[in-house]
């Protein structure tokens, strides 16, 4: 397994991530038998980051993790990372009320997650998205005494813009930030990614695939489950989902002059883009991560990406990322 390095400060982790909110989460149904599997898989390839929330399924992503972990050979076990985003405030229902920031409140969830997991120590620790009642200051100082104390290992960001970043970065060492980048999604190109740079921080890529839009196994006559997040998301609704996938049917083109699949070139793509960057593959199957780690054996020449520019220019997306009222929540994009 390819390796690469999370920023100045952070961990060395494989060069692909395994994010697991689709086993318990927003995608429709999952079976928690090839959950296990694929996790059991990914490490056995070698993938050793595993992203995860303490908010997906309420607790049930990390109890499926320990799970897994425990069930695994110990040297698989023993080489695992667990990012973990908290601060998500849920209702029974399966809404969300806010996000909860405060110090005490970070310690609290910790010890939560803690607990859930089986382990005495989280890798990457990270608020989902900025509690705009607390100071970030405030929050990943909380952070850093969970650090000090040895329950956590490195502190991140998820989906926070650049002076956010540099605020943080003030306080205590940021290993990473969490956030959306793909072909289709680019935003943080103008000014997140090089202040992340210019600060040392590495950048673990979600959504590389943009929840399988560009995956190149979703149709137009789909039929998404009502339990599936992706029925309210602004790029799977009408001619929006029409002209997103005019855009996959052109990057299937240069995939196919390649002789690999459409996820595998939008994959490689987010490798390309530089060693700081860590791509998250959401695979809920195996086959589907198969899949995703024959992109580590792809080597995008200049013509060929000179080739994707052109067959998916950067802001050629229709539809915003998130429905109007996540929007608001998400620092990157103020």
């Known amino acids: 397994m390819q390796t690469r390095t999370l920023g100045t400060t952070g961990p060395q982790t494989s060069a692909l991530g395994l994010g697991c909110m689709g ?3 927003l995608y429709g149904d999952s079976d928690r038998s090839e959950s296990i599997a694929t996790l059991h898989a990914a490490l056995d390839a070698g993938i050793t980051l595993l992203d995860t929330g303490d908010f997906y399924g309420m607790g049930h992503n990390e109890l499926l993790i320990n799970e897994a972990l425990r069930t695994a050979p110990a040297a698989a076990r023993a080489k695992a990372q667990i990012s973990v985003k908290f601060g998500a405030l849920r209702t029974v229902e399966g809404g969300f009320t806010g996000y909860d920031g405060r110090p005490n409140a970070v310690k609290n969830f910790a010890a939560y997650s803690l607990q859930r997991l089986g382990t005495d120590h989280i890798d990457i620790y990270r608020i989902a998205r900025i509690d705009p009642d607390v100071p970030v200051e405030e929050t990943v100082g909380a952070i850093a005494e969970l650090v000090a104390a040895g329950h956590v290992r490195h502190i991140g960001l998820s989906e926070v813009g650049a002076e956010t970043l540099r ?6 060492p940021i290993s990473d930030l969490q956030i959306e980048y793909s072909l289709i999604s680019r935003g943080i190109e103008e000014t997140i990614l090089p202040t992340a740079r210019e600060l040392g921080i590495g950048i673990t890529a979600y959504g590389v695939l943009s929840r399988g839009l560009i995956s190149g196994h979703f149709s137009r006559d789909r039929k998404l489950a009502a339990n599936d997040f992706r029925g309210r998301s602004p790029r799977f609704q009408g001619e929006n989902l029409d002209r997103n996938l005019d855009l996959v049917d052109a990057l299937r083109k240069i995939a196919e002059q390649k002789g690999i699949s ?14 700081d960057i860590v791509p998250l593959v959401g695979a809920r199957r195996r086959n589907r991560l198969t899949e995703a780690l024959g992109a580590l054996e792809i080597t995008l020449d200049g013509g060929d990406l000179a080739a994707i520019e052109r067959a998916v220019p950067a802001g050629a997306a229709a539809g915003a990322r998130y429905p109007t009222d996540q929007m608001t929540h998400l620092d990157s994009e103020h």
């Open 262 to 275: 459409v996820a595998q070139t939008a994959i490689a793509w987010v490798l390309s883009r530089g060693e």
């Open 167 to 172: 605020r943080a970065a003030a306080v205590a």
């Open 23 to 25: 086993m318990s989460a």
